[in-house]
């Protein structure tokens, strides 16, 4: 998924899960007078608010692996990837080590293939 529908999707999941907070607990806002009771309901709000907000960010995180794990160019062998970051110039070869962590893992492990730069 580009990192813009990324962005977008994180937002929109922002924006919902605010409403949905502020939505589900207004009244009990209304209804607390003491104003300790009102901050330990709002601390328990933004708790809830940031468990939502990791646990859908774990998510996107597993789809995406689950994504890049399944395309074409990743179910390439290991000596194939080097062969190709071999032939790259030594800039590239930084930014095609960085495309996804099976390409990271392959050209970190290839004592070889940084050897070359010096």
């Known amino acids: ?7 977008k999707l994180q937002n929109l999941v922002h924006e919902s ?3 949905v907070c502020v939505d589900a607990q207004i009244d009990r806002l ?3 007078s003491c104003p300790a009771a009102h901050a330990e309901l709002c601390a ?3 708790g809830t608010y ?3 907000v990791a646990a859908i ?4 995180r597993t789809f995406a692996f689950s994504v890049n794990a399944v395309a074409p160019v990743n179910r390439l062998p290991p000596d194939v990837i080097l062969e190709i970051l071999a032939w790259l110039p030594r800039n590239a070869r930084i930014k095609a080590s ?4 099976y390409w990271r ?10 050897s070359l730069l010096i």
């Open 1 to 7: 998924m580009p990192s813009d529908v990324d962005a």
């Open 17 to 19: 899960l605010t409403r």
């Open 30 to 32: 209304r209804l607390v």
């Open 44 to 46: 328990s709000l933004t």
């Open 50 to 52: 940031a468990a939502h």
């Open 57 to 60: 960010q774990a998510t996107f």
């Open 98 to 101: 960085h495309v996804c962590s």
């Open 105 to 114: 893992s392959t050209a970190l492990e290839s004592a070889t293939l940084w």
